[in-house]
């Protein structure tokens, strides 16, 4: 852990989320216990709040296109698209809410464990985090005008203001989700991971799974799209080994959404680790592999 | 009267900012409030230095980490970080009348 002195330097860059996932979550886990940085990275965010006044980069066309799919209704839409034409539309505007953006819950749950991921998630919600913010700037400036051309207190500059609140609280969402991955992510970064890729066998359904292998044998598997099972069998993860063949790995059931996981130690008397595999086998599992094999990758 | 300004506005958006709300006109105080806020924003960044902009930009506008910006820009990682760094503080003082007090 680096001093304070030189974590207060950087929260700035923090702030932004400018920084590496390693340094982001040894911030985090600063910020956590003191006081002083808290603080001060709270002002940087207000700093960084303020940014999209100067609307110096105009939001390209798809990323207004996206904003109007998420926005319904006539009102919001001309919101977006032209302050000017809010006002003249407020008598019979209706904003409706945005919609929800669901995958910030589901993300920012799944980032605890989701390691295998983390650095495609990390992507994403930079990405979307920049977007809401383009997003908000334009709210904002949209705001403005329409502020500018309607009087106080009528209904729907209320209603636009809200919404406003709503995009800051998505942007708030997806701070913490992004602070989160990050912190997953830092596991990620430890030297000497070793990362496999396991892909459909021939003949499965789409799949993907991925094995993360640390120096200290600690193997993390983890798959999503995974075909849903009937309950009398389990997927089984299976190590393929130089000198045993297939050693069982671990048994799973994939959730709901089709995503399976399995924590387990890469086996050390069976000479070289050859391969990582799934099949489809009986409740309960099996010894050796019996039943179609989904996912199949070189360690 | 409305629709002239409505016309005006959309032809020359940047001017109309420029200038304020029109004169005659009674804006309500929190738009005074944030077309000065917006003004002074946009001050500030434009009183940045070119290449502390540029990094600030990539960093809040596009996402990029400071190895990504450095790469963007084929300069070494801790002058980015160090402009970074800068582009903020000057936009911190700029903005503080409207930052919250520790």
């Known amino acids: ?299 | 009267l409305r629709a002239t300004r409505a016309a005006k506005r959309s032809a020359s958006p940047e001017m109309e900012r420029e200038a304020g709300p029109a004169a005659g006109f009674d804006p309500p105080d929190e738009a005074v409030e944030l077309a000065q806020r917006r003004s002074h924003v946009r001050r500030a960044l434009a009183e940045l230095r070119p290449e502390q902009r540029a990094a600030l930009e990539l960093a809040y506008y596009q996402g990029l980490s400071h190895s990504e910006i450095a790469e963007r820009l084929g300069q070494p990682l801790g002058t980015v970080k160090t402009r970074i760094r800068q582009a903020m503080s000057t936009m911190r003082r700029a903005l503080s009348p409207w930052v919250s007090p520790p």
């Open chain 1, 1 to 299: 852990m680096r001093p304070h002195e030189q974590i207060k330097d950087d929260l700035s860059l923090y702030v932004l989320g400018a920084l590496p996932a390693d340094e982001g979550a040894e911030i985090a886990t600063h910020l956590a216990e003191c006081d002083e940085c808290r603080g001060e990275a709270r002002q940087w965010h207000e700093v960084v709040d303020m940014l999209p006044l100067a609307e110096q980069v105009r939001a390209p066309a798809e990323l207004r296109a996206e904003l109007l799919r998420r926005i319904a209704g006539g009102a919001a839409a001309a919101l977006a698209a032209s302050p000017v034409v809010v006002a003249k539309r407020r008598q019979q505007a209706d904003v409706v809410p945005l919609r929800r953006w669901w995958p910030i819950a589901a993300l920012a749950a799944a980032a605890s464990i989701a390691l295998a991921f983390g650095i495609v998630r990390e992507r994403n919600l930079r990405r979307d985090l920049v977007a809401e913010r383009q997003a908000t700037a334009q709210l904002r400036a949209a705001l403005a005008e329409a502020a500018a051309l309607a009087g106080r207190g009528d209904a729907e500059l209320k209603r636009a203001r809200d919404l406003l609140a709503q995009q800051e609280q998505h942007i708030a969402s997806l701070r913490t989700a992004l602070g989160q991955a990050e912190g997953a992510l830092a596991l990620l970064r430890q030297p000497g991971l070793n990362l496999v890729r396991l892909k459909q066998a021939p003949d499965a359904r789409p799949a993907e799974g991925h094995v993360l292998i640390t120096t200290g044998g600690k193997a993390l598997f983890y798959a999503f799209d995974l075909a849903p099972l009937p309950p009398d069998k389990v997927y089984e993860l299976w190590w393929i080994t130089e000198k045993e063949g297939p050693i069982n790995a671990g048994l799973f059931r994939p959730d709901p959404t089709g995503i399976g996981q399995v924590e387990t130690t890469v086996p050390t008397t069976a000479g070289v680790v050859k391969a990582a595999a799934v099949t489809v086998e009986p409740h309960g599992g099996v010894p050796k592999p019996t039943g179609p094999m989904v996912l199949l990758g070189d360690v």
